[in-house]
């Protein structure tokens, strides 16, 4: 597979001793939006947070193209291409919306790029560039979400990992920022999307995997997992004879 | 606008008035007494950096302020070595000891971080004590020179007040333009989001051990200034009293901001001194500042993180806040 840009290969993580995640395996190619759904607690965000590099994997590889990079440190991941938007968006609050932005570009030296990548980010959401001078902190729930995203783009990724992106945010909103998030991957950019709304998640990903209890229970493209009567029932909340 | 142009003015004004005051006076004990103000200064720009932008606690900077002192007394007691190099091998090694601190202290924070630095202080006055042939015991070190910068000897308390204002001047300059640069806008993403920092690439480990290193080797600068200032160092001058106090002149100025903790600095430290610069003060109220300094100190910072949590510098901010009516 020497499209694929991410691959995660029988990943174990866990807190201390504790294993929460055995044996996940993913791939994300160029331009694709790749989902993990699940339950509160099924492993989803551990799985994430070690990809970028927050937990240390006890066993299995993360491949970036074609390079391990199990256990680097975040900061050298995002150096080679991986930024991360962490659920709950860990924005600096009382720091102005630029700022936000230019420390997204922290890893990055040259100046016209970073204003040329600046540019597109206003461009993806505008409203960022209104708010140039406030403090994150006074922003909306959507236009933080949205500064989160910005501020992870600003490191010019190749993947971007997203947690939770649309939560307690309202549909119009949602709306907005997916659509955001599949001109990104109609660009190129591969991304996973850990998600608790499968319905929306299925609906932008090209890929899915279903967790439960730390385990990749079920894999598949989005619309196999969308058609199956079991994803159907227990995370898309399909009954029988819904439609 | 008119907010920008305090912003420039006054600092410059406040820097003219420094570098003008032994044309207008000749006051020895003037001199001495802002002389303690310029060396704290020095501490509380590497403090307001650590604590203020970090958000990194040290109850301990008293100890590296020591560790400064006694380095440049032992240097130079008879001559051995020029001031200068004393002075820096001070400001290194104390630098050198903060680093090798912070390095294990790196999963530490809040807290936790406070009771090591509290610990590593109190082992250093214990030492400053027992270690008897480098720093002289209860008795302390004595007969420490006077700066000499190449041919010049600073020997008048003018002089020493100026090399210590202008170093003063040079670091808390230095430290401004820090935090409005690329590390600087790091540090405070460090101050609350630390998760965000790492997603934005910074290296958080890294960031405070060097943001460490750099405001121990700052107390150490001040502790060198301190024993060729005043010629002498004994152990009780770098108690945790001491350290509290700088702790209590970023609060009391603000977090996030070198400004405020500059206006604390100079208002705790000049406390003890009210009688003095003040000639027309009755005798029962500056003894009773002098008798309570400790206790007011206390109350005045209880008072300020009850109610205003930003201290000096939330408080201008807010009033400008207002005044520019937007």
Aim: aromatic share 6%; with cysteine; glycine share 12%.
């Amino acid at each position: 597979m020497p499209d694929q840009l991410l691959s995660v290969q029988g990943l174990d993580v866990g807190y201390g001793r504790v294993p929460v995640v055995r044996a996940a395996s993913l791939d994300v190619a160029c331009g694709e939006i790749v989902t993990i759904i699940g339950a509160n607690g099924s492993g989803k965000s551990t799985l994430l947070k070690a990809v970028a590099g927050l937990l240390r994997p006890s066993a299995g590889h993360v491949m970036l193209d074609g390079e391990d990079v199990t256990g680097l440190a975040p900061e050298r991941l995002v150096r080679k291409g991986l930024a991360f938007v962490p659920e709950g968006r860990m924005l600096f609050g009382p720091m102005s919306v630029s700022e936000n932005l230019a420390l997204g570009a922290h890893t990055r030296r040259a100046a016209a790029e970073v204003a040329t990548d600046l540019a597109r980010v206003h461009a993806l959401f505008p409203v960022l560039a209104d708010r140039a001078g406030q403090p994150a902190a006074t922003l909306s729930g959507g236009e933080q979400q949205m500064l989160a995203i910005a501020r992870a783009l600003m490191s010019r990724p190749r993947i971007l990992l997203l947690d939770e992106p649309s939560l307690g945010l309202a549909p119009k909103v949602i709306a907005d920022i997916f659509g955001v998030l599949d001109a990104l991957r109609a660009e190129g950019l591969g991304i996973v999307l850990v998600e608790q709304d499968a319905n929306l998640a299925l609906r932008h990903a090209q890929h899915g995997h279903v967790m439960r209890s730390g385990r990749v229970v079920m894999s598949g493209t989005a619309a196999e997992l969308a058609g199956n009567d079991d994803v159907r029932l227990i995370y898309l909340g399909v009954w029988h004879g819904d439609e | 606008m008119s907010r920008r142009l305090v912003g420039t003015i006054a600092p410059v004004l406040a820097v003219m008035v420094v570098l003008a005051l032994p044309l207008v006076t000749t006051d020895r004990y003037l001199f001495k007494v802002l002389t303690f103000v310029g060396l704290n200064l020095i501490v509380v720009a590497g403090l307001a950096l650590l604590f203020g932008y970090a958000g990194q606690i040290s109850l301990g900077h008293a100890a590296f302020f020591g560790i400064g002192a006694y380095t440049v007394g032992y240097l130079t007691a008879d001559g051995a070595v020029p001031w200068l190099i004393a002075t820096l091998a001070a400001t290194v090694l104390a630098a050198l000891v903060g680093f090798t601190l912070a390095l294990p202290m790196l999963r530490l924070k809040g807290h936790y971080l406070g009771m090591a630095t509290l610990g590593f202080s109190e082992i250093m006055t214990v030492l400053f004590v027992e270690a008897r042939g480098i720093t002289g015991g209860n008795d302390g070190l004595r007969g420490i020179p006077y700066p000499v910068l190449g041919p010049f000897k600073i020997a008048t308390p003018g002089g020493v007040y100026l090399l210590v204002w202008i170093t003063a001047i040079i670091v808390l300059v230095l430290a401004g333009n820090l935090v409005r640069t690329r590390p600087g806008r790091a540090l405070r993403a460090l101050h609350g989001a630390e998760l965000g920092a790492q997603a934005c690439g910074i290296d958080t480990g890294r960031l405070r051990v060097q943001v460490f290193a750099l405001s121990a080797g700052l107390a150490g600068l001040a502790g060198a200034l301190y024993a060729s200032s005043v010629g002498y160092v004994s152990p009780t001058t770098f108690s945790l009293e001491f350290s509290v106090l700088l702790v209590a002149m970023i609060v009391l100025g603000g977090t996030g901001s070198i400004a405020g903790p500059v206006a604390a600095c100079v208002g705790l430290t000049l406390l003890p001194y009210v009688d003095a610069l003040i000639p027309g003060l009755p005798r029962e109220a500056v003894s009773f500042l002098q008798d309570w300094e400790a206790d007011i100190a206390g109350i005045v910072m209880i008072l300020v993180l009850l109610f205003a949590p930003g201290g000096v510098a939330g408080l201008i901010r807010s009033m400008t806040r207002a005044g520019d009516s937007r």
